[in-house]
């Protein structure tokens, strides 16, 4: 890895930033006052994101880089940095992966105690620690596959590093395609189909059925969600793994149909009879301080994990 000399520090605004001091939300105010339950943890999170912030300053300043911030809602032009550190949650760093092509990234977990932080490399605590090692070269740098979305041949989404869920716009409405797999193809009805990369496999795709597996798998992984079986109907596929050569194709049989791509801020429309393929990117993201050992380590412990091979 190259030396650190430009960094961009991307940061999100805490939840208690945004209702109350941005937007100053009655209902909201009115909760904390009352100490209700529903808000409890949001002044607490919100000090402990500006303490990582003033953390993370004073720790580039330690180690002698020159650093530009931002805002996570103006990610802006991410090329000329030799670091990308993100400060919030996954969700924070997924937001912002998706403009990140070679240059590593960092994620910051500002409020460990309520936020996941299951891809950031450090936490708040930690950080000026974490900044000398990997100024002494002493951070291992992982390699986290991405997925690729293709509407009609048309790359959608190139950088997705979680994963994808493809659905009917209104949750209450089945979601009906034609699945493409394995040289089968056949009609399905269900909630809808989550695709994940390995680095997503953790995430909703579990509580769906699916299984986590080995953080450095080039595999993509589906998982149907609630299919709808009528009396002698079985699907053949409901589950599977993608190898990396290899696609996963559903045609929409909606009106409409929508692809969410590493939570809701990241949707496209797709129109009846449209083809969707679901594909390993030639774009791996380098995460910083993620420690594939440590990762399998919290997924046996989470629970039985099912670990393809790379």
């Known amino acids: 890895m190259t030396a650190i ?32 339950a529903t808000v409890a943890r949001l002044r607490r999170a919100d000090a402990h994101h500006a303490e990582t912030v ?36 996954d969700g924070t760093l997924l937001w912002v992966s998706r403009s990140v092509g070679d240059t590593p990234m960092l994620g910051v977990n500002s409020a460990p105690h309520d936020s ?10 930690e950080v000026r620690d974490h900044l000398v090692a990997i100024e002494e070269g002493r951070v291992q740098r992982v390699k986290a596959s991405r997925m690729k979305v293709c509407v009609d041949g048309e790359v959608v989404f190139g950088r997705v590093l979680n994963d994808v ?4 716009p209104v949750p209450a409405m089945t979601s009906k395609y034609l699945l493409d797999f394995g040289g089968i193809t056949e009609e399905q009805k269900s909630s809808g189909i989550w695709i994940s990369t390995a680095a997503g496999s953790t995430a909703a795709i579990r509580s769906a059925g699916g299984r986590p597996m080995a953080f450095r798998s080039r595999m993509l992984q589906f998982a149907v969600r609630e299919p709808y079986l009528p009396p002698g109907v079985e699907y053949a596929h409901t589950r599977g793994f993608v190898h990396p050569d290899g696609a996963l194709r559903l045609r929409n049989k909606m009106r409409e149909a929508r692809i969410y791509a590493d939570g809701s801020r990241s949707a496209v429309s797709v129109e009846l009879g449209q083809m969707v393929e679901f594909s390993l990117s030639d774009e791996p993201l380098h995460l910083l301080g993620v420690s594939p050992h440590a990762l399998a380590a919290r997924k046996r412990d989470e629970g039985p994990s099912v670990m393809p091979p790379p």
Request: glycine share 10%.
């Open 54 to 89: 003033d953390e993370l300053r004073g720790a580039i300043e330690h180690v002698g880089w020159r650093a530009t911030f931002r805002e996570r809602d103006r990610v802006g032009e991410v090329t000329g940095f030799d670091l990308v550190i993100t400060v919030g949650g």
């Open 165 to 168: 869920l493809f659905t009917h």
């Open 116 to 125: 996941v932080g299951f891809l950031c490399g450090t936490r708040m605590g």
């Open 5 to 36: 000399r430009r960094v961009l520090v991307i940061s999100k605004r805490s939840t208690y930033d945004l209702y109350v001091r941005q937007h100053k939300m009655a209902r909201v105010i009115e909760l904390l006052d009352r100490n209700d």
